[in-house]
């Protein structure tokens, strides 16, 4: 069984940083995390949940939403089965729950959500 857990979001003012983390376990997940492409993903209010950034397993190679491009940085650790994303000079449109997944190639999520990490981005 897979359990990711987010964690890091919070209540910034635009333009402020966060960093949120996620957690990857699981009996196959957790101990292959390293192998896995990651993504982060994110949902608005209203909104259809939305891809943001991924990092593959190897070489690391890292892609990001157009939105997000230059703001937000996604990194692995896989000695701690986690990944990261820092996120920089924030807008109020960034606010969401964020989530993170094994993503496949075209970064399609793998497995079923996590709770999230809401992350409120005030003018």
């Known amino acids: 069984q897979v359990q990711l857990v987010e964690s890091g979001g919070g209540l910034v003012q635009a333009g402020g940083s966060l960093r949120l983390s996620c957690a990857a376990s699981?009996?196959?997940?957790?101990?292959?995390?390293?192998?896995?492409?990651m993504g982060w993903f994110r949902q608005a209010p209203g909104k259809e949940r939305e891809f943001v950034a991924a990092?593959?397993?190897?070489?690391?190679?890292?892609t990001y939403a157009d939105s997000v491009k230059g703001r937000f940085t996604i990194s692995r650790d896989n000695a701690r089965s986690t990944v990261y994303l820092q996120m920089n000079d924030l807008k109020p449109e960034d606010t969401a729950v964020y989530y993170c997944?094994?993503?496949?190639?075209?970064?399609?999520?793998?497995?079923?959500w996590g709770q999230g990490t809401q992350v409120t981005v005030s003018s």
């Open positions: 997944n094994a993503v496949s190639r075209d970064q399609s999520p793998l497995n079923s």
């Open positions: 990092i593959n397993w190897s070489p690391g190679t890292t």
């Open positions: 699981g009996r196959t997940f957790g101990r292959s995390f390293s192998m896995y492409n």
